[in-house]
T-cell receptor
Framework: AQSVAQPEDQVNVAEGNPLTVKCTYS??????LFWYVQYPNRGLQFLLK??????LVKGSYGFEAEFNKSQTSFHLKKPSALVSDSALYFC???????????????FGQGTTLQVKP | EAQVTQNPRYLITVTGKKLTVTCSQN?????MSWYRQDPGLGLRQIYY???????DKGDVPEGYKVSRKEKRNFPLILESPSPNQTSLYFC??????????????FGAGSRLTVL
């Protein structure tokens, strides 16, 4: 069964420093991976996705993610963190049952990013 | 504005009192889905719908019902709510019948408390 894991409940970083939010995955077949962000009292917003191709995926708000097949990881990164980046971040993988695509995303448990001034 | 609209945003109810959380999208999306979010568990799918009149169970369907009578609406029904259904609920939609690799657009969420 497909799964994703976010090993850190919280990541703290100072404004202006680079940030990394970690995600590892377990899938059968090719992984389709996503990152979403949730701001307080808001729904999830799409940041970026990896389907195929270049291992470095660029997304919204200056975020990028690096797909590493050998390490089964899909870490979210940003070169210079902003206080406004503070939010809850979710990694997700598309679920496939047999050869069927149910459209379901399997989410990690989420990582809270705290950027301090 | 393209969006998914959920109502109510906040609700406190009592055990056994039937309630419906409405969800509507204005993007002509084929695919719609309901998730619940619980601390430490991430989001888990309750039900999904590939198209009008086509619905199927997700990972945690017990205690919930859905219907998809028209493309834009996908209400979530709790026939007899129980305290373990206290949660934050999200409706989401995507274009393309199978939602294949398509981005989900989420509503703002409905926080439900069952006493």
């Amino acid at each position: 069964a497909q799964s994703v894991a976010q090993p850190e409940d919280q990541v703290n970083v100072a404004e202006g420093n680079p940030l990394t939010v970690k995600c590892t995955y377990s899938v059968s077949g090719n992984p389709y991976l996503f990152w979403y962000v949730q701001y307080p009292n808001r729904g999830l917003q799409f940041l970026l996705k990896y389907i195929t191709g270049d291992n470095l995926v660029k997304g919204s708000y200056g975020f990028e993610a690096e797909f590493n097949k050998s390490q089964t990881s899909f870490h979210l990164k940003k070169p210079s963190a902003l206080v406004s980046d503070s939010a809850l971040y979710f990694c997700a993988v598309r679920d496939i049952i047999g050869s069927s695509n149910t459209g379901k995303l399997i989410f990690g448990q989420g990582t809270t990013l705290q950027v301090k001034p | 504005e393209a969006q998914v609209t959920q109502n109510p945003r906040y609700l406190i109810t009592v055990t056994g009192k039937k309630l419906t959380v409405t969800c509507s999208q204005n993007m002509n999306h084929e695919y719609m889905s309901w998730y619940r979010q619980d601390p430490g568990l991430g989001l888990r799918q309750i039900y999904y719908s590939m198209n009008v009149e086509v619905t199927d169970k997700g990972d945690v369907p017990e205690g919930y019902k859905v219907s998809r009578k028209e493309k834009r609406n996908f209400p979530l029904i709790l026939e007899s709510p129980s305290p373990n259904q206290t949660s934050l609920y999200f409706c989401a939609s995507s274009g393309g019948q199978a939602g294949w690799a398509n981005v989900l657009t989420f509503g703002a969420g409905s926080r439900l408390t069952v006493l």
